[in-house]
């Protein structure tokens, strides 16, 4: 059975601060995908970033990167310099490699608040 | 280019009741997966469509039903609703049963049950 902890239920932040997201995961497959999405009041989730197990290269995108390190089944979440619009809950989540990333399996996400 | 929609937005049923959620997915997906979300947690995996059949379903009952239109377009039957399926589902949408496809989520469906 595959599990997504995020132990951060909420993190408060000012504008302009740096923020890690954790998320550590439970899989007895060897290749997978993990994705962080983004959902606003809306509802609606918003990929972010996805990386497959074969690569542990950490990689920086804008203002967002990660830290995908398979030793401790970690896949941390960075914001540098955090905006007001970038207050939302973010889930990681888990697939298995070899289907339709459908059947993912979410944490219970990480409510964010930048505060101006 | 319309994305993931759903309908209706907000729905009111009583426990026994059945309900029809529907969903169109994305232009040029065909792979639709379901989900529900209750309050405070993360998406659970109901099931996914492709090609009009169950490919692929999580651990709920069979309660929770579906079906595929050969548009794509998707609904999602709940029977003898409870209390407990009080949530918000989502309908995501990829293209193909290729691995790791990003999910394209709707707004979702809020259904509370009373």
């Known amino acids: 059975a595959q599990k997504v902890t995020q132990a951060q239920t909420e993190i408060s932040v000012v504008e302009k601060e740096d923020v890690t997201l954790d998320c550590v995961y439970e899989?007895?497959?060897?290749?997978?995908?993990l994705f962080w999405y983004k959902q606003p009041p809306s509802g609606e989730l918003v990929f972010l970033i996805r990386r497959n197990s074969f690569d542990e290269q950490n990689e920086i995108s804008g203002r967002y990167s990660w830290n995908f390190q398979k030793s401790t089944s970690s896949f941390n979440f960075t914001i540098t310099a955090s905006q007001v619009v970038d207050s939302a809950v973010y889930f990681c989540a888990l697939s298995p490699y070899n289907t339709n990333a459908g059947k993912s399996t979410f944490g219970d996400g990480t409510t964010l608040t930048v505060k101006p | 280019d319309a994305g993931v929609t759903q309908s209706p937005t907000h729905l009111i049923k009583t426990r026994g009741q059945q309900v029809t959620l529907r969903c169109s997915p994305k232009s040029g997906h065909d792979t639709v997966s379901w989900y529900q979300q209750a309050l405070g947690q993360g998406p659970q995996f109901i099931f996914q469509?492709?090609?009009?059949?169950?490919?692929q379903r999580g651990n709920f009952p069979d309660r929770f039903s579906g079906h595929q239109f050969p548009n794509y377009s998707s609904e999602l039957n709940v029977n003898a609703l409870l209390l407990g399926d009080s949530a918000l589902y989502l309908c995501a949408s990829s293209p193909g049963q290729g691995p790791g496809q990003p999910q394209h989520f709707g707004d979702g469906t809020r259904l509370s049950i009373l």
């Open positions: 469509y492709y090609e009009e059949e169950e490919r």
């Open positions: 899989t007895r497959d060897t290749t997978y995908y």
